[in-house]
């Protein structure tokens, strides 16, 4: 991309095909058949959403629950194609999206460290010459030949956050990951993303803790129901966004 974007996102749309019920017996399901009514109804997670992120920029998403935020991030770390709409994002991307994911519980945690730099895009030789690295940050040299179906959400994170961060990526995804995890080790990661925001690196943070956002970040995307309604400074949206959590649902 010119001009230094690292992410575009174009009238970006996404739809959900959600079950309204589930027949328990056969019997059921054979009897709904002939009564002519979708057991399913369309659910727009995303509702044309447009912004631009370029290299360097480290940017807060927030919003109620439900709102589009990780299905956003998903949509940027190309776990979901998006139903309409134009996405493109150039560079090395790390996502800690989901805690554990892309780990195989019944790989050992060194193991699962190799599994993942692959996916990332490393070498096996790059990988290695990481991994005492990741091991050190993670604080898991007790456990990291155990199988990562035994460790802590605490030692899920850790692992994850190590390895993401490790591989030195163009682009940070992260999805409320710095929620787990005790205060040492929480301002342990905020120090190295910090690092990376002041090499130049491209961050996503999707959170609710108005703090870390305002410390991370200095600009700030609000979604809504789908809706991109406030781009602009941390105060500024944040402000907008404590504003709705005073109105009911559905209000904007």
């Not at 030692?155 to 940070?172: G, N, Q």
């Not at 959170?207 to 970040?217: F, G, R």
Request: hydrophobic share 40%; proline share 3%.
């Amino acid at each position: 991309m010119r001009n230094g974007v690292r992410i575009r996102l174009e009238n970006v749309g996404q739809h959900f095909r959600v079950i309204r019920e589930r027949p328990d017996t056969l019997r059921e399901a054979f009897t709904r058949v002939f009564r002519y009514k979708s057991q399913f109804c369309d659910f727009e997670a995303l509702k044309g959403i447009s912004f631009t992120i370029c290299e360097g920029e480290a940017v807060g998403i927030v919003g109620r629950n439900g709102s589009g935020k990780s299905t956003t991030l998903k949509i940027i770390a190309g776990v979901y194609r998006p139903s309409s709409g134009l996405v493109r994002v150039s560079g090395n991307v790390a996502p800690l999206i989901e805690l554990g994911a892309g780990f195989h519980p019944d790989l050992t945690g060194r193991e699962n460290i190799v599994l993942n730099g692959l996916l990332l895009g490393l070498s096996r030789r790059q990988i290695r010459a990481r991994e005492e690295k990741i091991v050190e940050f993670a604080e898991l040299a007790d456990f990291i030949d155990s199988p990562v179906k035994q460790y802590s959400s605490g030692m899920y994170m850790r692992l994850a956050f190590a390895v993401a961060t490790e591989v030195d990526p163009d682009i940070l995804l992260m999805d409320e990951v710095l929620a787990v995890g005790d205060a040492a080790f929480q301002q342990k990661c905020m120090a190295r993303i910090e690092d990376f925001r002041k090499a130049g690196k491209t961050i996503l943070y999707v959170s609710h803790a108005a703090e870390a956002v305002k410390k991370l970040c200095t600009r700030a995307i609000l979604l809504h129901e789908g809706n991109l309604i406030a781009d602009g400074t941390p105060d500024v949206v944040f402000e907008r966004y404590n504003e709705l959590l005073e109105q009911p649902a559905g209000a904007v």
